[in-house]
Nanobody, 115 residues
Framework: QVQLVESGGGLVQPGGSLRLACVASGTAFRFYDMGWYRQTPGKQRELVADITRGGSTNYVDSVKGRFTISRDNSKKTAYLQMNSLKPEDTAVYYC?????????WGQGTQVTVSS
């Protein structure tokens, strides 16, 4: 059974940076396209960035130029480098497969951007 564990969130001031990590155990991670998603209370979870098995990346317009998704297949880990953070980036961040979430969601990691 695949287990996803996200980490790296926290409280940061506007303009600050965070690096999120997601470890996927129990799976051949390298064969999957991966995505970072986020969710705020009362809203549906949204995909913010994805990375294919080959390393191609895509971003939602609201994070382009600020967020960078990457992966280390040897560590079964996906990363999300978030720079120039804005209050509207506040959310719980999750990772899962892309384009559809195939695995059970992890607990997520809370990102709060506030002064």
């Amino acid at each position: 059974q695949v287990q996803l564990v996200e980490s790296g969130g926290g409280l940061v001031q506007p303009g600050g940076s965070l690096r999120l990590a997601c470890v996927a155990s129990g799976t051949a991670f390298r064969f999957y396209d991966m995505g970072w998603y986020r969710q705020t209370p009362g809203k549906q979870r949204e995909l913010v960035a994805d990375i294919t098995r080959g390393g191609s990346t895509n971003y939602v317009d609201s994070v382009k130029g600020r967020f960078t998704i990457s992966r280390d297949n040897s560590k079964k880990t996906a990363y999300l480098q978030m720079n120039s953070l804005k209050p509207e980036d506040t959310a719980v961040y999750y990772c899962n497969t892309f384009p559809s979430a195939s695995w059970t969601w992890g607990q997520g990691t809370q990102v709060t951007v506030s002064s």
